[in-house]
């Protein structure tokens, strides 16, 4: 079936060192988002990526969407104890807008 | 404040024993969907409704109702729980964008219900 494969599982860092999520795809994506979900919380979206070989810059977070749009990245610049959760990519397949699928997360712990 | 609003918070119930979940969003969304969280397997999509008295199979439906009789409102019901039911379930709506139908603007998600089943 389609499916959105995420890595790493799990990322421990110092504070002030970088992160990187991945996402791939099996299929093509029309889109792409991205959810934050703190412990205990619920997720909450942070970005969508729409066109291919997109990049979006939210402060210390950029986003980017491949040529193919079949994989994606978060990368966490100089990470704070504040950006601990775990980390979400979501695709829809191309053809099939009903589906959000997602990711199996990534979970970060920043270490002060 | 625009918001989707899961109960109960918490759960524990017994095998066979039916339940529903309730969800309501003040968003005017189409679009409403249920999921199961579980350690290492993410969201998963139980069922989806794309408006009133439109409902679909998502991916792990078995075992679950939905019906969407409101616009606001989309219960999950659980007819004979069984423990491999005992997770975590997020309540989600988003509009869809009009003309295409499409899922295309931000999922916003309930607090969640924690459901355990002995």
């Known amino acids: 079936g389609q499916q959105v494969m995420q890595i790493p599982q799990y990322q421990h860092v110092q504070e002030g060192e970088d992160f990187t999520t991945y996402c791939n795809s099996s299929?093509?994506?029309?889109?792409i988002q991205w959810y934050k979900q703190r412990p205990g919380g619920h997720p909450v979206f942070l970005i969508q990526?729409?066109?291919?070989?997109e990049v979006k810059k939210q402060k210390r977070l950029t986003f980017q969407f491949g040529e193919a749009k079949k994989n994606s990245s978060l990368h966490i610049t100089a990470t704070q104890t504040t950006d601990v959760g775990t980390y979400f990519c979501?695709?829809?397949?191309?053809?099939?807008?009903?589906?959000?699928?997602f990711g199996a997360g990534t979970r970060l712990a920043v270490h002060p | 404040e625009a918001q989707v609003t899961q109960n109960p918070r918490y759960l524990i119930t017994v095998t066979g024993k039916k339940l529903t979940v309730t969800c309501s969003q003040n968003?005017?969304?189409?679009?409403m969907s249920w999921y199961r969280q579980d350690p290492g397997l993410g969201l998963r999509q139980i069922y989806y409704?794309?408006?009133?008295?439109?409902?679909d199979k998502g991916d792990v439906p078995e075992g679950y109702k939905v019906s969407r009789k409101e616009k606001r409102n989309f219960p999950l019901i659980l007819e004979s729980p069984s423990p491999n039911q005992t997770s975590l379930y997020f309540c989600?709506?988003?509009?869809?964008?009009?003309?295409?139908?499409?899922?295309?603007?931000?999922?916003?998600f309930g607090q969640g219900t924690r459901l355990t089943v002995v």
């Open positions: 989600a709506s988003s509009s869809a964008r009009s003309g295409t139908g499409g899922l295309n603007t931000e999922a916003f």
């Open positions: 299929t093509t994506l029309s889109n």
């Open positions: 990526l729409v066109k291919s070989g």
């Open positions: 979501a695709g829809i397949v191309s053809g099939g807008y009903n589906k959000l699928i």
């Open positions: 968003m005017n969304h189409e679009y």
């Open positions: 409704s794309m408006n009133v008295e439109v409902t």
